[in-house]
């Protein structure tokens, strides 16, 4: 017997009142725990993605879509620039590195993408078994592909046209062969193939090719069109990419190169942090206002536990002075009522904080077959530390008014009513 | 003994710690309990004075031997199992031990209240109309129940009534009047 067990007896005589506080409490938990985790797995998401990347360069277009299609592998390109441009910008004394792609197929909705192995280091991409691609048509491919596509060293595939699994053309004039398998990274490279930007080229131009060849010629429609032109193929100047990451040498990059290639070139240059931001600000608003219900919803279960408590106190009354008979302190019996207004508001808190871990893990078997993004970490323990605290000062604040009355009965009067 | 209305129920609020007196001392085994701060008079009341009401209220979330325990817990003392069924069946209501108070009858009701007085091993008890609410078997076995075991404990045991036949039963009676004003 102790004070815990008072309370939680108390609180047990009225399971229906107790169950309304607690679940009112836990809805409210999960639903700002719910965003927490989700605003944090979308914020790590991104931060861990952009690796750095100071710039993407593409066809002009929207900027938002370049970043999201040539960083996060999500969106359409916006079409292809040319590798001659993108060789010029190498060349700029403001340019520390960059990172060529091109891009334009898939396998079982796994984007193919040709680049160099910077790519790779870039996410900290260390091959599990087998190497990188060396010749054409090798292909290094992510944790993720290998296990969804069941792909092993050796396998040969051919890829689609477009980035949906099915609907575009076949390539099977080619067929690439996995060479290596990288171990999971937590990026974007876990849902990659990656390729030299030679066999994109040469996959694509035979590809024009073999459409020329028709009579109803319908190339003006692929957008995302990679490839370079199909009748100069040997010629450098025509060659073609679809986008490329920028790291600058200084802070000065940031100034001036942007703005230069926008303004001097027929490419667009997209900072990932800026677009980034710009996508933040416009869910805030969302993930802001769902918040603020979910704070009204704990607002109001604090004082659907207010008003359970303090009408008991009337018919405890009795028995609390009974207690104070028995030798019970005044702070004994502001404890137990203070406890029992604790213990549902942690009760809540623990309900919500299980049901949305739950939550995230199901949405997350269902995120990860279908948008292939796997969520991290369950835990942030600063953000739950203070969730907790909350709750617990909600309790508190709900049940310390009984609480004082209880703890002002008069045991006389009481006693000879 | 006295008439309604005279002043029985506040003398026992009285010297069981409950009111505190405007003018004298309420001394419990050599303490003066009205002059102790409030928590040290809890402590002794606790300790020292089993109190057994007109009606049995009970703490009705908790069991028949959580109830027991709970006489004890409040003072700070731990309570045995063995303690608690001993002294049960002694009382005969050894059965109820996990029922709810609303699960006995008002005759178990009693006795339990009669155990909880005891359970501390006090040095006074105080009944407040213990019996003015049974019928008169009952009013006798209640009268003989709190007599045992206050002999038993070598309790003194007070009770402040209306009852009239109560009387034949003690030695020491006290006649309170009504001052009309």
Known sequence: MNIFTISYKNLKAKPLSAMLNLVLFATGIFIISFLLLIKNQFESHIEKNIAGINLVVGAKGSPLQLILSSIYQVDYPTGNIKLADAE????????????????????????????NHDYAALYKGIVDIGGLWKNDFDVTIGAKVAETA???????????????????????EFKYIVTGIFNETGTVLDQLILTNISSVWQIHSHHHHHHDGDADDDEGEEHEETAGSPHHEEMDTTREITSLLVFYRNPMGAISLPRNINKNTNMQAASPAIEMNRLYSLMGIGIQSVNLIAYVIILISGFSIFISLFNS???????????????????????????????????????????????????????????????????????????????????????????????RTDISKTLSE | MGPSGCGKTTLLH?????????????????????????????????????????????????????????????????????????????????????????????????????????????????????????????????????????????????IVTHDQRLLPFFSNIIQLNSVKQ
């Open chain 1, 88 to 115: 010029k910008l190498k060349r700029n004394p403001l340019v520390k590195q960059t990172i060529p792609l091109a891009m334009g197929d898939n396998y079982q909705g796994f984007r193919i993408v040709g680049t």
């Open chain 1, 150 to 172: 069941s792909l092993k060293i050796g396998d040969h595939f051919s890829g689609i046209h477009g980035f949906m699994a099915e609907g575009g053309d076949k390539h099977d």
């Open chain 1, 313 to 407: 106190m009337k018919e405890r009354k009795y028995e609390l002075a009974l207690m104070r008979v028995m030798g019970g302190g005044k702070t004994k019996l502001f404890t137990i009522i203070i406890l029992e207004g604790i213990l549902i508001a942690v009760g809540g808190f623990t309900i919500g904080f299980v049901f949305s871990r739950a939550g995230i893990l199901f949405i997350s078997g269902y995120a990860e077959s279908n948008f292939h993004y796997s969520m991290g970490n369950l835990f942030n323990a600063k953000e739950d530390l203070l969730l907790l605290l909350t709750s617990i000062g909600v309790g508190l604040l709900a049940s310390l008014l009984p609480a004082l009355k209880a703890m």
């Open chain 2, 14 to 158: 009285l010297m069981a710690g409950l009111l505190r007196p405007t003018k004298g001392t309420v001394s419990v085994n050599g303490i003066d309990i009205s002059s102790l701060t409030q928590s040290q008079t809890d402590q002794v009341r606790g300790r020292q004075i089993g109190i057994v009401f007109q009606r049995p209220h009970f703490i009705q979330s908790l069991t028949v031997s959580e109830n027991l325990r709970i006489a004890r817990y409040m003072n700070g003392q731990k309570l045995s199992k063995q303690e608690i069924t001993e002294l049960l069946n002694k009382l005969k209501i050894g059965s109820k031990v996990h029922s709810k108070p609303n699960e006995l009858s008002q005759g178990e009701l009693q006795r339990l209240a009669i155990a909880r007085a005891i359970i501390n091993k006090p040095s006074v008890i105080l009944a407040d109309e213990p019996t003015s609410s049974l019928d008169d078997a009952h009013c006798v076995d209640a009268l003989n129940l709190l007599r045992q075991q206050a002999e038993h404990t070598e309790t003194a045991l007070l």
